[in-house]
Nanobody, 127 residues
Framework: QVRLVESGGGSVQAGGSLRLSCAAS????????MAWFRQRPGKEREGVAAVVTGTSFTYYADSVKGRFTISQDNAKNTLYLQMNSLKPEDTYMYYC????????????????????WGQGTQVTVSS
């Protein structure tokens, strides 16, 4: 079992920054793919960024490349998502995820391979 607890969401004006945190506990070594997804009501959850613990693998969705940075603090078992130059279209519920592997289909990370989800944290960007 893995428990994921997100924090750091909130409201910000366009151009601003937020940092999301995800504190992980439990069987994390069996779930080295750590990722951030986001979702709007009635829409599919989409992958934003991912890393595989202990490797150099990093994934970013095209829509966030150059603006978002994913990182890990292994000593604290915490995953981060630094979000800069935020746009109104970045307004979503953001979820932390853990999985045994990162499922990439069509060059995009997919939610189908995720084993564990956090409760989500809302990010709202106003224009």
């Amino acid at each position: 079992q893995v428990r994921l607890v997100e924090s750091g969401g909130g409201s910000v004006q366009a151009g601003g920054s937020l940092r999301l945190s995800c504190a992980a506990s439990g069987d994390t070594y069996r779930n080295p793919c750590m990722a951030w997804f986001r979702q709007r009501p009635g829409k599919e959850r989409e992958g934003v960024a991912a890393v595989v613990t202990g490797t150099s693998f990093t994934y970013y969705a095209d829509s966030v490349k150059g603006r978002f940075t994913i990182s890990q603090d292994n000593a604290k078992n915490t995953l981060y998502l630094q979000m800069n130059s935020l746009k109104p279209e970045d307004t979503y519920m953001y979820y932390c995820a853990a999985a045994p592997y990162c499922s990439l289909i069509g060059g995009q990370i997919r939610a189908g391979g995720v084993t564990y989800w956090g409760q989500g944290t809302q990010v709202t960007v106003s224009s």
